[in-house]
């Protein structure tokens, strides 16, 4: 079989992937993508898009469901077709915007998956038949996909992972959800809104596991005031059942929980099996991901990692900048990923955003900090909007420079990116204190957490 060269193949198209071809292209360069069919990646098609479209109609759902707080009572139903068909038609919007954007660079593109046969030398299985590709730069952007744990009975009763949970047409009466991280708070509580009965079952002694445990606890009671409920502290023994069924969780501690559907969201596993790292050169550590240094260079010459597999956070903005991180060294430039803040958002209701370090962080690492906190009650905006719940805090180092933020509050990801910017910038925490910041907002409420910054005691 003949083998076609190309300057660059980029295999798998996520946001780091995606973009690096279609930059590359536009430049003139000869490009192959080589995608298995979600066009525009994982965030557009299965993650990050579908989740908050669908939390955007529970939201709007419980809004009106609780109209009468706002002197607008009123009867509401719920159509959960219409709610899927909404979600599915913004996908699909996003789905044409990435494949128009695709062709238009002028960069080849292969719907089909791929292995190594030979050290730079990747076999791609086509619909209509097999192509073998070789380029003297070749990108890995394989991407993750979600980790069902091997516990007695539970790939036996087929339960939904986000992928199958975003394209639901029908409410489950009961939605058990295995895990208490993001995703599982996320899409628990966007159930909850629209109707379902839901239980997130944690073995932790937390939910947000990575977050301080004040902020664990506040977001717990805001979902629980909602009616979702928890169960913590305890391991999985055994699965029965079927998950659009009926099926039954069995924990350690002897109790059992039941419910009519099952959503696994226990993490992710990197998308590196049976397609040939070995044979291109590519080490792998012993969780499947790919080794990468801070250039993103894998173990084999000419052979590149991007995104979740590199051990890159995993986040689509967190992608796009290993993507800035190729095109630097592409260049001749000498920015890397080592160093890098980066921030994130949890669109639970109220929203939860986070930058810098925790205080569970700097205690471990020995970081001296001031700590500033202020209810989200002490903000005018809260109170007009009727979003009250959650705080924030940020932690100041002895150079006055911000070391750490985190809010759990209404539009959190919108205040959250100020306080970036002055961290970006160097700008001590005064720079906030003291800006003249429009009133009413949210963003308000930065003035009034950094005067509350205690003094140095030395």
């Known amino acids: ?131 073998r590709l070789t380029a003297g730069e070749i990108y890995l952007n394989l991407g993750t996909q979600a980790l069902v744990p091997d516990i007695p009975g539970l790939k036996d009763a087929e339960p939904m992972t986000h992928v199958e949970a975003l394209r639901l047409d029908s409410l489950p009466s009961h939605l058990l959800v295995l895990g208490g991280g993001y995703i ?37 009671a805001a979902l629980s005031a909602g009616g979702v409920s928890f169960a913590l502290g305890s391991a999985i023994v055994e699965v029965s059942g079927r998950s659009g069924q009926a099926v039954s969780v069995r924990l350690a501690d002897g109790k059992e929980l039941e419910g009519s559907h ?13 397609i040939g790292l070995d044979i291109a050169g590519v080490d792998l550590d012993g969780l499947g991901f790919v080794k990468a240094d801070d250039r993103l260079r894998t ?75 202020l209810s989200m009650n002490a903000v005018p905006r809260a109170r007009t909007l009727g979003e009250r719940g959650g705080f924030m805090k940020a932690l100041v180092g002895d150079d006055d420079r911000i070391l750490g933020f985190a809010m759990l509050g209404a539009q959190a990801g919108e205040v959250m990116t100020a306080v970036q910017m002055a961290m970006a910038g160097g700008l001590p925490y005064t720079a906030l204190r003291d800006a003249i910041i429009a009133h009413p907002t949210l963003a308000e409420g930065l003035g009034l957490l950094f005067a509350t910054v205690p003094a140095k005691t030395r």
């Open 262 to 274: 099952l959503l696994v969201a226990t993490g992710r596993r990197p998308m590196t099996r049976d």
């Open 1 to 131: 079989m003949s083998v076609e060269t190309y300057d660059l193949i980029v295999f798998g198209g996520g946001k780091a992937g995606k973009t690096l071809a279609m930059d590359q292209a536009k430049a003139g360069r000869k490009v192959a993508l080589i995608e298995r069919g979600l066009i525009g990646g994982s965030c557009i098609n299965v993650a990050c898009i579908p989740s908050k479209t669908l939390i955007r109609s529970a939201q709007v759902h419980d809004l009106a469901v609780h109209a009468d707080d706002y002197g607008s009572p009123d009867v509401v139903t719920l159509s959960m077709p219409a709610v899927a068909r909404r979600t599915a038609s913004v996908v699909q919007e996003m789905v044409d915007l990435n494949l128009a954007a695709f062709l238009a660079s002028g960069l080849d593109l292969l719907i089909g998956w791929g292995r190594f046969v030979e050290p730079r030398v990747i076999e791609v299985q086509l619909d209509n038949g097999v192509r």
């Open 299 to 373: 173990t084999a010459d000419g052979i590149w990692a991007l995104g979740e597999i590199a051990g890159t956070p995993m986040f689509t903005h967190a992608s796009l900048d290993d993507f800035r991180v190729i095109k630097c060294g592409l260049a001749g430039g000498n920015y890397t990923r080592a160093g890098r803040v980066i921030p994130y958002c949890v669109f639970t209701d109220p929203e939860l955003a986070r930058i810098g370090l925790s205080e569970k962080e700097a205690k471990a690492t020995g970081i001296d900090y001031r700590l500033a906190m």
């Open 184 to 220: 599982g708070l996320e899409l628990g509580q966007a159930f909850r809104r629209l109707g379902s009965k839901v239980t997130i079952i944690e073995a932790g002694d937390q939910i947000a596991r990575r977050e301080d445990p004040d902020i664990s606890a506040a977001l717990q």
